[in-house]
């Protein structure tokens, strides 16, 4: 049935470069499916969504296989670290499998990894991003509150999965970079857009450091990329995709990236989110509420926390472009997103 197999195919990219990556990808799954004991005729494939500086070189399928269980493919095709990505695949790995007993909270399993490129084959995790998620509810369709309660309630169980042993902070190896940066902006080495307010963060940091040096924390391994588009929510089950961590332990590192590494979204006073009461980093009240009562703990007076907060702040400024250099539209977003939640520590931190 030539007609019936067309329908199973996917439509590819318009632009070429990227659509032969795509075709790459699903000429694998032959293989994988032999490898992995699946069948391999039948299926129906689906292109799912890549980040766009990196779609000339990966591809991520969704796959229905004919007995109607679903995958997805990822497939680099770029040099890359292969050691860091096999870390990363076994941090995805452990977290499947302390999470597989917990209930409402998912990590889809790493069901085939090729054993010398970056090709690896997932379950697939069902559900729409709790980014579009949170979109929806702040137009009437759903509850943020709600929503916001079950994603912290999901990330603590995700950081309980990996906990380690309690520690002390040392913000040293921090600073140090810090330091080095600010020094280089200072002799003109190195160009920084709102460079003497990017030298006011780093002297923040400083001060941020001293009331969180020597301070106990819980330490887990991290997601490591832990962002809206990264959790995918149902009405009854938070998944967790894309892990990018295999080593470092401040699971707080992760709430920082979970509401700065989009930015201005989620913030206070943009977005669905506007009007409302400001509360840390510029993010809603209402929003730290319910995340920490889900998450079962106030992140927002931990010191630890807060100078991680600060750290991941300065790690986005250093993000953009030189002065003199061309804004693209991201990057005028996420420049006004900086200087946001700046403009909130300036005011409302002063020590």
Not at 12 to 21: L, N, T
Not at 24 to 44: E, N, S, Y
Not at 174 to 196: E, P, T
Not at 202 to 230: I, S, T
């Amino acid at each position: 049935m030539p007609d019936e197999m067309m329908n199973r195919l996917p439509a590819f990219h318009q632009k070429p470069s990227v659509a032969e990556v795509e075709q790459r990808a699903m000429a694998l799954w032959p293989g994988i499916a032999a490898d992995a004991g699946l069948p391999p005729d039948g299926a129906a494939f689906s292109m799912m969504q890549v980040n766009s500086s990196r779609r000339d070189s990966r591809a991520v399928l969704g796959i229905r296989t004919a007995d109607e269980r679903r995958f997805v493919l990822r497939a680099d095709f770029a040099e890359g670290n292969l050691a860091a990505l096999r870390a990363h695949h076994d941090r995805h790995r452990a977290a499947a499998q302390a999470l597989r007993e917990v209930l409402g909270v998912n990590v889809p399993e790493l069901v085939w990894l090729d054993p010398e490129r970056p090709i690896a084959l997932f379950e697939f995790a069902p559900g729409e991003t709790a980014y579009r998620e949170l979109s929806f509810a702040d137009h009437g369709l759903g509850n943020r509150e709600v929503l916001l309660r079950r994603i912290g309630g999901a990330v603590a169980q995700l950081h309980a999965a990996g906990a380690v042993e309690q520690r002390r902070f040392w913000p040293k190896p921090h600073l140090a970079r810090v330091q080095g940066r600010a020094a280089k902006v200072r002799a003109g080495d190195l160009q920084i857009r709102r460079s003497n307010r990017f030298l006011g963060l780093c002297a923040m940091l400083h001060r941020f450091a001293r009331e969180a040096r020597g301070l106990p924390y819980q330490a887990a391994l991290q997601h490591g990329d832990l962002h809206f588009r990264n959790i995918l929510i149902t009405e009854d089950l938070v998944s967790f995709i894309d892990f990018s961590n295999a080593r470092f332990s401040l699971p707080h590192s992760d709430i920082a990236n979970l509401w700065l590494a989009n930015l201005p979204d989620h913030l206070a006073t943009g977005g669905g989110a506007q009007g409302k009461a400001v509360g840390f980093g510029s993010v809603a009240c209402s929003d730290w509420a319910a995340f920490e009562q889900g998450y079962g703990q106030a992140v927002t007076q931990d010191p630890v926390f807060r100078f991680l907060f600060l750290h991941r702040l300065y790690r986005s400024w250093l993000r953009l472009p030189a002065p003199g250099a061309d804004l693209q539209a991201r990057d005028s977003t996420l420049l006004s997103g900086v200087e946001m939640v700046f403009d909130w520590f300036q005011k409302n931190d002063r020590g």
